[in-house]
């Protein structure tokens, strides 16, 4: 089993900053790679970055040049650095780990980022 915790999310006004952590126990060695979600009221959730076990990374269009996804394997965290947000930002945000290849993959309980303009 894996347990992921989230903090980090707030209320901040359009061009700040916020860092996301999350913070995974458990079978951490099954783990082949983690990523953030978001999901707003009316949408469906959506991939905003993922990180494999070899460091390779990804990113929603959206967010290219403004969100970073690092790790730090020594604490087992994953962050996510968001940068110079937008209210369009604004939702509820979940880590997600995902295990070997029908291992399964397990989620957090999800932090809230609002953005006001």
């Known amino acids: 089993q894996v347990q992921l915790v989230e903090s980090g999310g707030d209320l901040v006004q359009a061009g700040g900053s916020l860092r996301l952590s999350c913070a995974a126990s458990?079978?951490?060695?099954?783990?082949?790679?983690m990523g953030w979600y978001r999901q707003a009221p009316g949408k469906q959730r959506e991939l905003v970055a993922a990180?494999?076990?070899?460091?390779?990374?990804n990113y929603a269009d959206s967010v290219k040049g403004r969100f970073t996804i690092s790790r730090d394997n020594a604490k087992n965290t994953v962050y996510l650095q968001m940068n110079s947000l937008k209210p369009e930002d604004t939702a509820v945000y979940y880590c997600?780990?995902?295990?070997?290849?029908?291992?399964?993959?397990?989620w957090g309980q999800g932090t809230q980022v609002t953005v006001s303009s």
């Open positions: 997600h780990a995902q295990l070997g290849y029908l291992r399964g993959d397990y």
């Open positions: 990180i494999t076990s070899r460091g390779n990374t």
């Open positions: 458990g079978s951490i060695f099954s783990i082949m790679s």
